[in-house]
């Protein structure tokens, strides 16, 4: 038989019944899981002081070069390193220098024989402050 992943739903949330929001799509657990890597600044996540992205230190990097490039690479070598069944196809920072908000596009594909034809587009933004949206 095939064997289901199930996850808790991300934002966290109950059902009508009163139990836990789960799902069971594959592409939507992968959703949920880049977005979670990439919201989340190490330190945050108990037991896994490694995980997530800094993106906080972005925000005040002078220039926009230099500090697409940091968060290109991080973003890169954290996925490799905590969700290595994800093709990271590219990944774009975009910076708004005027609301001091930077967002970043993380394009992938669905494991390792997965198309790079069809990339998911993932944004997670980031205000002043360090604030995830």
Known sequence: ??????????????????????????????????RSLVETTPGERVMMPDYGVSMQGFVFEPGVTPASLDITNQVQAQMAKWEPTVNVVGVVPVGDEMNGVVSVEVNYTRGPNAPLASPVVSTATVLVGGQVV
Do not use: A, W
């Open 1 to 34: 038989g095939v064997t289901v992943s199930v996850e808790i739903s991300v934002p966290f949330m109950l059902t009508s019944g009163g139990s836990i929001g789960t799902t069971t799509d594959p592409d939507t657990q992968v959703t949920q899981h880049v």
